[in-house]
């Protein structure tokens, strides 16, 4: 099939593949163009793996705890919030649960140890729930917190905070909001008394030490905030209908409703983690680069040794078309088999990073990849289909483009000038 649709060229192309033994050198080159090739498009598809996972990570830890989709009221509390609730679940039916929240900075004093958290002031439906919690005789965290015959309210803290109050599960730990009572003595700050009922380690720890949960009338009471509460959570089948949700809900709200995304509020971050992404593609892509200048190398020493060939060919009655498009044929070889190689070494090596990385560090007895400072349970490698597909088309688009100039050459020859001295 391929004989009939390219002709002779496609079998001259392989001959000249295959060196003859005066020819070894301008084999090894074509070799070397070929592992070039496959090298760098392996690099740029474990790379492009890696980048995806270690973005889809953070963005999995950001969306822990924080909710697709706010609705705040601006510069105030949002009082008619039933309404605004039944009104958001009716805009699309991307969205899954809208719950109340209300929210505000406040202390935390156990045992002369202070910490600085945000006080969040929960239902049932938190996602908070989702993850382990540690808790007191291993009961659910659900019931402890929203326990009405308990003593003291329930709180749930974060590993971090836990550490640094020193406190455990079924301490107590007094929150101070930023309220203040007038007395005949001065202001006293206001000071509540809670129990811790659980603890969280949030994957990363970045939200370990802000969040201390309540539940929502525990928080209204604190805060003197009855009746009302800070705002509104969306949780989203998925995060990639938020910036479509998001649209929808702003023409739902106005002002003085303020609809915000997790995109709005820690998009900087991610944008920069594609920016970084793109910046190794460009740079690794200069491999690939290096590899088809080989291919063009490889091409310009085959025309020189293959000109008594070339002016044989068209004297034969070959033309500039048939001449140029052997040699094209003959660097795209070597520019499919690189690629096709890379591809297959690529996804291979991306596929199997985590499993590659723990064997390195035990046989180099070396921590390579720490768990606790990534905040992941395992090294990320995520294979996209449309980078493999993008690296792909890239080193191809290259390959060709390095053949065109020794293609061209060849095609220029004068027949007649090869032959003059032979």
């Known amino acids: ?10 079998f001259i192309s392989l001959r000249y593949l295959r060196a003859k033994r005066k020819q070894t050198f301008i084999s090894v080159i074509s070799f070397i163009s070929i592992a070039g090739v496959t090298l760098g498009v392996a690099a740029l598809i474990v790379v492009l793996a890696v980048m995806t996972g270690f973005h889809d990570g953070v963005r999995q830890q950001i969306l ?28 699309s039916r991307d969205i899954v649960q809208v719950s109340p929240f209300v ?38 965290g659900r019931d402890l917190l929203f326990a009405a015959e308990a003593p003291l309210p329930g709180v749930i803290i974060g590993l971090n905070t836990a550490a640094s109050l020193g406190v455990g599960v079924g301490d107590t730990v007094n929150i101070i909001p930023p309220l203040f009572t007038v ?8 000071m509540k008394p809670f129990r811790v009922v659980g603890i969280f380690r949030h994957r990363g720890g970045v939200m370990d030490a802000y969040f201390g949960y309540v539940s929502l009338t525990a928080a209204q009471e604190l805060l003197d905030s009855k009746g009302e509460v800070t705002g509104l959570e969306i949780e989203l089948v998925s995060f990639d209908h938020t910036r479509k949700v998001t649209e929808a809900l ?5 002002y003085p409703y303020v609809v915000r995304s997790w995109e709005d509020i820690f998009g900087s971050f991610l944008a920069a983690l594609k920016l970084e992404k793109l910046g190794l593609f460009i740079v690794l892509t200069i491999i690939v680069l290096v590899a088809a200048f ?41 520019g499919t088999l690189g690629t096709s190689l890379g591809a297959l070494l690529g996804v291979l090596l991306a596929s199997n990073a985590d499993p590659i990385i723990k064997w390195l560090e035990r046989l180099l007895g070396l921590r390579i990849f720490d768990q606790a400072v990534y905040g992941m349970e395992k090294f990320p490698s995520v294979v996209n289909a449309a980078d493999v597909t993008s690296v792909i088309a890239v080193a191809m688009t290259i390959s060709l483009l390095a053949t065109l100039y020794p293609a061209w050459r060849a095609a220029r020859m004068d027949p007649a000038e090869a032959l003059r001295y032979d």
Not at 183 to 190: D, L, R, S, W
Not at 250 to 254: A, C, D, G, Q, S
Request: aromatic share 6%; net charge positive.
């Open 183 to 190: 007395t005949p003595f001065g202001v006293i700050p206001k």
């Open 250 to 254: 702003r023409e739902e709200f106005h």
């Open 103 to 140: 929210s505000k900075e406040a202390m935390l004093l156990s045992k002369a140890n202070v910490a600085a958290v945000s006080v969040k002031g929960i239902d049932p439906r938190s996602k908070i729930f989702n993850q382990p919690l540690l808790t007191l005789d291993k009961k659910d």
């Open 294 to 334: 080989n291919i063009a190398t490889t091409l310009i020493m085959v025309v020189m040794e293959k000109h008594k060939d070339i002016a044989v060919l068209r004297s034969l009655g070959a033309t500039s078309r048939s001449i140029m498009k052997i040699f094209m044929l003959e660097g795209l070889i070597v």
């Open 1 to 10: 099939m391929i004989n009939r649709f390219f002709g002779y060229e496609w």
């Open 64 to 91: 822990g705890n924080i909710p697709h989709i706010l609705i705040q009221k601006h510069g105030a509390n949002m009082e008619d919030y039933a309404r605004v609730e039944h009104q958001a679940v009716a805009v």
